[in-house]
């Protein structure tokens, strides 16, 4: 069992920046891939960024490319979402994901979740 607890989310202005940090414990972290993905109220979950085990490959939907940065340190079991020139449509509740069974895009590959955190990015 893998147990993540997302952290770092609030209210921002429009063109403002946060940090988001998913934290891992249970199993060895740096066993898995892991995904940020993010949901707004009468949406579907949507994919946002994604991370191989290593850090050594990342990949953003077209929406965030160029201002989302994801990493993570394997050394503190913590994976990070920078979020820079935020806009409102990021609104969202923001899920971090681990060990993906099939394609890295869909939320329904993902075995382990966090609870969430909120985003919101007034105009």
């Known amino acids: 069992q893998v147990q993540l607890v997302e952290s770092g989310g609030g209210l921002v202005q429009a063109g403002g920046s946060l940090r988001l940090s998913c934290t891992a414990s249970?199993?060895?972290?740096?066993?898995?891939?892991m995904a940020w993905f993010r949901q707004a109220p009468g949406k579907e979950r949507e994919f946002v960024a994604g991370i191989s085990w290593s850090g050594g490959s990342t990949y953003y939907a077209d929406s965030v490319k160029g201002r989302f940065t994801i990493s993570r340190d394997n050394a503190k079991n913590t994976m990070y979402l920078q979020m820079n020139r935020l806009k409102p449509e990021d609104t969202a509740g923001y899920y971090c994901?681990?060990?993906?069974?099939?394609?890295?895009?869909?939320?329904?590959?993902?075995?382990?979740w966090g609870q969430g955190t909120q985003v919101t990015a007034s105009s």
């Open positions: 249970g199993r060895t972290f740096s066993n898995y891939a």
């Open positions: 994901a681990a060990d993906p069974r099939g394609k890295p895009e869909s939320p329904t590959s993902y075995h382990y």
